[in-house]
């Protein structure tokens, strides 16, 4: 039988996110769509969410690190609750390999690949793979994965590929500059 799993949604420095957790811990997070409603529906159809809920304890702290760190601010989300039992192993374990990346720490796809065993480029393919279906953006960090040669690489959550550059500049990382150096922007700010 699988655990009823809940939702809310919530402000933060870049927009209204959402999480998703089941009684283990998060199953999901959104980062911000275009308005808060359209964030709702992605965290709810996401995670089959039974409906909006006010979070335990454990999540109401995930909360507040998501706020922290969308407001520029270190945070190591490494001890968050995450609940990923209904993703398959293979990913699980490249989660967690992503989830000791640092703030503002960077690797590729073909690193991370080796870091779980992988010798073939068919490893950095399923690493791809795992972060495009990556339910947890920012507490599993796939925006810290580039591509070979230190390109950007892909991004599947809304703004795509220039959110990935803005979390990353927001840990200080630059992958291309911004104009003028120009503080980062996300959708919403």
Excluded at 12 to 40: F, H, K, M
Excluded at 79 to 92: N, Y
Excluded at 162 to 167: A, P, R, Y
Aim: hydrophobic share 40%; with cysteine; charged share 20%.
């Amino acid at each position: 039988m699988m655990a009823t799993v809940h939702h809310t949604v919530f402000l933060t420095a870049i927009g209204a996110c959402g999480v998703a957790w089941s009684p283990r811990g998060l199953v999901a997070v959104s980062l911000p769509e275009q308005d808060e409603a359209a964030t709702e529906k992605r965290i709810a159809a996401k995670s089959g969410s039974a409906g909006p809920a006010t979070p335990p304890l454990a999540v109401a702290h995930a909360i507040l690190q998501i706020q922290h760190y969308c407001a520029g601010e270190r945070v190591d989300f490494s001890a968050a609750p995450v609940d990923l039992s209904a993703v398959d192993e293979p990913r699980r374990r490249i989660y967690e390999v992503m989830r000791a990346l640092a703030f503002g720490e960077t690797t590729t796809y073909g690193d991370l690949a080796r870091q779980t065993g992988a010798t073939d480029w068919e490893g950095a393919r399923d690493v791809g793979i795992a972060m495009g279906r990556n339910p947890l953006p920012i507490v599993v960090p796939c925006h810290r994965v580039l591509a070979a040669g230190g390109k950007l690489g892909g991004f599947s959550d809304y703004g795509g590929t220039t959110t990935k550059e803005k979390l990353l500049a927001l840990e200080g990382v630059r992958v291309i500059p911004l104009p003028n150096d120009a503080p980062p922007r996300l959708p919403g700010l």
